[in-house]
């Protein structure tokens, strides 16, 4: 089976997108686990437990599911010899 390159980043990039987005929405109203907002706070610029800041962390997760997508399709393509 062949993966769609375009298919799998824009699926992944919605999930990890809409997963940063409530991670950060749900720390803001004192829920869930700060520690993981604080770590992915290291890898996205201003993501924080605020309702701004889930936005610009599922902006981020966007972009970041999107390219990690498309590579896993190309990886998997490449070495499955579809």
């Not at 700060?34 to 890898?43: K, T």
């Amino acid at each position: 089976m062949k993966l769609k390159p375009k298919k799998l980043s824009i699926a992944c990039g919605i999930t990890w997108g809409l997963y940063v987005l409530l991670i950060g929405w749900v720390a803001a109203i004192g829920w869930g686990n700060h520690d993981l907002v604080h770590a992915l706070s290291a890898l996205y610029l201003g993501f924080k437990a605020t309702f701004l800041g889930g936005i610009i962390g599922g902006l981020w997760g966007l972009v970041d599911g999107l390219i990690g997508g498309y590579l896993v399709a190309l990886f998997y393509n490449q070495v499955s010899g579809k």
